[in-house]
């Protein structure tokens, strides 16, 4: 529960913000971290982010695919590396499938064919930009009557009518069916059963808004073991997701599962939700999902100014259990037709969300941010000048991934290529991925988001240009989970030191390791011993190496080159 040290906090941070406000964002400097989401929904219903063009024509497939390709390029310039793309519509989604018809977004006409697979296409072009890509499922809305009826016997009320429900003017898969669970799992499994997704991401997993006169009072009788009518809405819901999850995991435990619940959780001590909150108004119990671990990710839709966004932010970063939470911000709410904000109300709390030490954000929606409404683009490019790495599910996978053997560079005029040895990812999981660093200093920081400088490579190589010599390259490999190694080392030029004794003697900040690690230039251990300030070398042939000093607690406390 949001308490009275978040207050101070939310303070603190409101004021340091508003100092950043002198002379621009040409003028302000903002430290990214190495890791989080920079995310955006791309939506597909009503053709409002992608497609725009329909296809007619066999012409028109490529332009098309140039729409979505074109989306993010210029989505790379602002270093987003997730894309949360609308792939179920409304019963009806963007990919050749067994159980839901095409949907009309991609042609104009529900069911047909569109001649290609949007979503394979979509999943390749992002991971060539080192992009994630989660598929966006509206879950539980099948829409207005005018939709269903455009749909035919395509459409789930035609072809499983106990599973829906006609509601004020839109018709619902039904929460309290058992069988709802078992349909959206289904069509869950055949996703990640036949893509490379790095995500599902669910939307509208809740009952509709604000449903006074909602009318499952038979199921509730006939399934509610008890319960108040509130929580067996509720444990609906969750059961819904418990199922999801457990799906997604034992088909690839990799694969992120996320879901948008509404921006507000609950009432909180000093502010009211006004009524409008996942718990108690839509009945999603979101922050349970999370300590319960049936979810990885919330992308709350936190689409407020003022009070009614900062201290219900903060309720969800503290209740977040380990796993990450990454504040969806209403971008579109610049418009003066949608709020009229001014640019200082987004830009506080995209700041104020990193301060919190957020997993990042996500911006609703992608047109609303390449618009550069009021100049918000170019704040969030100054904002996330640095690629960022994707958060790690260190709950899924602790285990490093073997550092990479034999890094090394060969220079040609001013083309600079490193290779090293291929990293092989455990049978059935994704390929293994590497990150590229380059320091003036030695050892290179790999936790520093300066250093960073490729992401996602998947070759065994890494070409650069017009690079000034004598510079200190790293190289990690990266697993499914996200999980980094540690570092290769390669120098076109050996680190000098004043340490050429025989012998090193250990500086006082080092007395309270354990254990000493000697590496040699890539990385690789040579020979760890029991600490003694005073290290003997004499086994050591010429070249250059790594010290390190380890705590009892597994962390590098001193770290050290020197040369032979």
């Known amino acids: 529960m949001w308490n009275i040290l978040s207050m101070k906090y939310l303070i603190i941070t409101i004021i340091s913000i508003g100092l950043l406000y002198t002379g621009g964002v040409k003028a ?57 793309l609308q792939t179920r519509v409304r019963g009806d989604v963007i990919y ?32 060539k930009r080192g992009m994630q890509l989660h598929t966006w499922l509206v879950t539980l809305p099948l829409g207005k009557a005018q939709h269903m009826r455009s749909l035919k016997n395509m459409g789930l009320s035609k072809k499983r009518p106990k599973l829906c429900k006609f509601y004020k003017d839109s018709w619902y898969m039904e929460p309290g069916e058992p069988e709802t669970a078992d349909y959206l799992t289904a069509l869950i499994a055949e996703i990640v059963e036949r893509y490379d997704v790095d995500g599902i991401h669910l939307d509208y997993i809740r009952y509709p808004d604000r449903p006074r006169d909602y009318n499952d009072h038979a199921l509730h009788k006939r399934y509610g073991k008890g319960m108040k009518l509130a929580d067996w809405r509720r ?79 903060l309720d969800w970063q503290e209740n977040c259990a380990g796993r990450h939470i990454a504040p969806g911000l209403g971008v579109y709410r610049l418009l003066a037709s949608e709020g009229d904000w001014n640019k200082e109300e987004v830009t506080r709390q995209l700041l104020t969300s990193r301060k919190a030490s957020t997993s990042g954000t996500a911006i609703f929606r992608t047109e609303h941010l390449l618009q550069n409404n009021k100049g918000v683009a170019d704040f969030f490019k100054a904002f996330n000048s640095r690629p960022a790495l994707i958060p790690a599910m260190t709950w899924m996978e602790e285990k490093r991934p073997t550092t990479p053997a034999n890094f090394k560079g060969t220079r040609t005029g001013s083309t600079l290529k490193l290779s090293w040895h291929e990293v092989t990812a455990p049978d059935g999981r994704p390929q293994t991925r590497y990150n590229i660093y380059c320091s003036k200093n030695f050892p290179v920081d790999t936790e520093n988001i300066d250093n960073l400088i490729a992401t996602n490579i998947k070759d065994t190589f890494f070409v650069w240009n017009d690079i000034e010599r004598d510079t200190h390259w790293a190289v990690t490999a990266m697993d499914a989970f996200e999980v980094e190694s540690e570092a290769a080392t390669w120098s076109e030029k050996a680190p000098r030191s004043k340490l050429f004794r025989k012998n090193i003697s250990l500086s006082e900040e080092a007395v309270w390791g354990t254990r000493v690690l000697i590496k040699d230039a890539m990385g690789q251990l040579l020979f760890s011993a029991p600490y003694n300030k005073n290290i003997n070398l004499n086994g050591l042939n010429k070249g250059c190496y790594r010290l390190e000093v380890m705590s009892r607690d597994g962390d590098i406390i001193h770290r050290e080159a020197f040369v032979r």
């Open 28 to 84: 302000q400097h903002f430290q990214s971290p190495k890791r989080e989401y920079r995310a955006v929904w791309m939506t597909t219903i009503e053709n409002l982010d992608w497609p725009k063009t329909k296809i007619k024509s066999a012409g028109d497939i490529a332009k098309q695919k140039k729409e979505f390709t074109t989306l993010l390029d210029s989505l790379m310039a602002y270093n987003i590396n997730t894309i949360l």
């Open 96 to 127: 050749p499938s067994a159980i839901e018809p095409f949907s009309a977004v991609l042609t104009g006409k529900a069911g047909k064919d569109p001649g290609y697979d949007p979503l394979a296409f979509a999943i390749e072009e992002c991971h």
């Open 235 to 313: 444990s609906n819901i969750t059961n819904i997701v418990r199922k999801i999850y457990s799906t997604v995991k034992a088909r690839k435990p990799w694969v992120r599962v996320s879901c948008a619940p509404l921006g507000k959780h609950d009432n909180l001590t000093n502010y009211s939700s006004r009524g409008w909150d996942a718990y108690n108004t839509v009945y999603q119990e979101a922050q349970k999902w999370l300590k319960d671990g049936i979810m990885d990710i919330l992308f709350p839709m936190m689409y407020f100014s003022g009070n009614n966004f900062y201290p219900f932010m």
